[in-house]
């Protein structure tokens, strides 16, 4: 028998946000790129962020390029931008049986490149 997923329960609430620019959900799908199979959305809203929390610099996060993006927004806010990413199809989340954490992965790596939404 296989072993239960333990999921984490989430709410995505992109709080209003009716667009993003494309360099934002560029800078957005850069920084899940250091966090497969380390953190989720707070993760990578922390690094958007700046901050220099303990995980942040443990896992070299703090290096990122894109580290301190957006420095000038609340979490919240970061947050709101994460999950309108995700809801319209740039981001998806997805679970490991063999690590705890759930992690954020681009869709393909064409959304990368040119920030395309794919299709499900």
């Not at 989430?10 to 957005?28: F, M, R, S």
């Not at 995980?55 to 957006?70: E, F, I, M, Q, T």
């Not at 309108?84 to 954490?101: M, Q």
């Amino acid at each position: 028998m296989g072993r239960k997923v333990q999921r984490v329960r989430y709410t995505l609430d992109p709080k209003g946000i009716k667009n993003l620019p494309q360099h934002e959900i560029a800078v957005i799908l850069r920084g899940t790129d250091d966090l497969i199979m380390s953190g989720g959305r707070s993760l990578l809203a922390k690094i958007l962020k700046g901050s220099k929390e303990k995980k942040v610099v443990a896992l070299d996060l703090h290096k990122s390029p894109v580290c301190g993006y957006y420095k000038h927004l609340s979490i919240e806010e970061i947050l709101a931008r994460i999950d309108w990413v995700i809801v319209n199809g740039y981001l998806r989340i997805e679970y490991d049986l063999a690590y705890h954490y759930w992690f954020i992965q681009a869709k393909d790596e064409g959304c990368q490149r040119g920030c395309q939404r794919v299709a499900s």
